[in-house]
Every structure is written in C-alpha cells, then in structure tokens.
C-alpha cells in the first residue's frame, strides 16, 4: 500500500489483527497465551509419543494425554485467575 492511499478500514486493521490481539492478550492477562502454548506441546508431545507407547492401548494412551493437557489449561488459567487478583485486590493500581 502508498502511503498516499487510505486505508479502508483502519480500525478494524489495527485492533483486530490476530497477533495485536495475542499481544493485547498477553499483557492482560500473561497465562492465557502460556496455557494454549502448554496445551499445544503437551498435544505435540502426545503426537509424537505416539508410535512409541508400548504395550498401552490406543484409548489409554489418549486419555492420558487429554487430561494432561487439560490440566496444564486449566492450571494456566487459575494462575492467571489468582494473578489478576492478586493484581486488582493486593498491589491496588494508582488511580
């Protein structure tokens, strides 16, 4: 795009591209993006270890990995529940 030209939707270009939204995101609230990054890994991993899980059965060996990665999520998210309150109710922003 010139600089000449204008762009048509300026708002929505600047605070609706997914990677302002993942940053906006992550100063908000920092776990957020931690817990879908722990939760993609955990699933990455499960991918891989796949083809080398032994004598478990298929079903078990997803299970495992589901409540793994379930666990990381939602250990991600009541850190930054517990971070954000310590954050409002503890260190009280100046107003």
Known sequence: MS???ESV???Y???TSQTS???RKFKETPFVPIG????TA???YG???L???GDMKLSLHLIHMRVAAQGFAVGALTCGVLYSMFREYVVKPKE
Do not use: N, W
């Open 3 to 5: 600089p000449s030209q």
């Open 9 to 11: 939707f300026p708002d």
């Open 13 to 15: 270009e600047t605070e």
């Open 21 to 23: 939204k993942l940053i």
């Open 36 to 39: 879908m990054g722990g939760f």
């Open 42 to 44: 955990v699933v990455a």
């Open 47 to 49: 991918l891989y270890k």
């Open 51 to 53: 083809k080398h899980r």
